[in-house]
């Protein structure tokens, strides 16, 4: 007897953006963006390296999933010889960021507020590639593979969401942020050969931001501190730490004292015994040019 996938739809109610109409200003701003980028000839790539993003960030500017900060629209402005029109802008979106919030499933906005707000975040995986370092053809190939089934419109949103986290690199001065990633992470293709490409790209860029460390953890290091699996680490208001764990999307958020201890002396063990960023960053240049 053949057997059925169930396709899974996440119902939710509206955001504060689509209730206040926040998300009308960001899509009408996205529209704009893009049609004064075409009209100046430059791909999403090549206005992403003029104004410090990579093109999955101006893909969702464009589409109105991400928030464009105001100091984007000013060198937009300047760039594509807008003549004012998105400079102009600049107070609405700065009134609309005080509204609105990043969408998540119920389960996930707990952590997502905390991430949002930490003063530094610390993340080891030995899974995949974490979400803030996603791409966007990287995150839709995991959703669109997720058991049971999402639907079209579900594996959107929550593209959109995942992207729309990334946020948290654009502020000044920006939290201190650190990954650790295992190895096998960089080499499992998600997604075919060319998005995991583009991805190994995103990750040279955002390690190479004066905020991010990013170090890799070799496969043929005979001692690992860290074998149960992914964890987060966060340092909150007053100086708190938090510690994150997520099984099978079970989420748990730790702030028992000890069990944050544990967790930050294993990162601790981690950092030390990985590569250092710089020889993290040229393993990563290495495996990207690797056919």
Avoid: C
Avoid at 137 to 147: E, P
Avoid at 191 to 198: K, L, S
């Amino acid at each position: 007897m053949r057997a059925v996938a169930h396709v899974t739809d996440e119902r939710r109610p509206e955001t504060p953006a689509e209730s206040e109409g926040t998300t009308g200003l960001f899509t009408a701003l996205g529209k704009m963006l893009k049609l004064l980028r075409e009209r100046k000839g430059l791909t999403q790539r090549e206005f992403g390296q003029l104004v410090g993003y990579g093109p999955d960030a101006v893909s969702a500017m464009e589409r109105g999933v991400r928030v464009p900060r105001p100091e984007v629209l000013e060198r937009a402005d300047e760039l594509l010889e807008a003549g004012g029109l998105m400079r102009a802008a600049i107070p609405e979106v700065k009134e609309a960021m005080k509204k609105a919030r990043t969408r998540h499933p119920e389960w996930y906005r707990g952590y997502a507020a905390l991430e949002a707000e930490a003063k530094a975040l610390h993340v080891y995986s030995n899974q995949l590639v974490p979400g803030l370092l996603q791409t966007e053809a990287y995150a839709r190939a995991l959703f669109s593979q997720w058991r049971p089934l999402l639907s079209e419109e579900t594996i959107e949103k929550r593209v959109a969401d995942r992207i729309a986290r990334q946020q948290v690199f654009d502020p000044w001065p920006s939290p201190t942020f650190s990954f650790v990633l295992d190895e096998s992470v960089l080499l499992r293709p998600i997604g075919g050969r060319a998005v995991h490409a583009e991805q190994l790209g995103n990750l040279l860029r955002i390690g190479s931001l004066r905020a991010v460390e990013l170090q890799v953890m070799p496969m043929d290091r005979e001692e690992q501190p860290s074998m149960d699996g992914p964890f987060n680490l966060l340092t909150v208001r007053k100086g708190e730490q938090v510690a994150y764990v997520e099984i099978h999307t079970y989420p748990r958020l730790i702030t028992d004292v000890e069990e944050v201890r544990v967790l930050t002396e294993r990162y601790g063990l981690l950092r030390t015994q990985a590569l250092r960023p710089s020889e993290s960053l040229e393993l990563i240049e290495k495996l990207r040019g690797q056919p």
